[in-house]
């Protein structure tokens, strides 16, 4: 989605991953087309300013398994960081004790 601000033009992007069933990639790329344009939306921010999300484009789309189990990966992106000396080969990581916050993908 561009996000687009009527004073300052595109102000940033956000990607959303999508699950969707469809019958072949055509038909998947359809439907994704379609559920993009419904997350379209404008309204008016606290300043004032129009603002727009406007589906952009289909970034990608790969054909997952028919089942889905819990657990399947259904996206991975890895990221450069800058630098990290604290954290060796040896590191020991406490998930556990982080509790994750919310994307803000709304709960149907």
């Not at 991953?17 to 008016?44: I, S």
């Not at 727009?52 to 990608?60: D, H, K, L, N």
């Not at 996206?75 to 990581?93: G, L, R």
């Amino acid at each position: 989605m561009a996000v687009i601000n009527e004073r300052g033009g595109l102000w940033k992007r956000a990607t959303s991953v999508v699950l969707l069933r469809a019958m072949d990639f055509d038909d998947a790329f359809a439907v994704a087309c379609e559920v993009g344009h419904g997350m379209e939306e404008t309204y008016v921010n606290g300043d004032g300013d129009g603002v727009r999300w406007a589906f952009e484009r289909v970034m990608t789309l790969d054909m997952l398994p028919e089942e889905l189990t819990s657990g399947t990966e259904v996206y991975s992106e890895p990221h450069e960081v800058d630098s990290a000396p604290e954290i060796v080969f040896d590191s020991v990581f406490t998930a556990e004790l982080h509790p994750p916050e919310q994307s803000g993908v709304p709960s149907t």
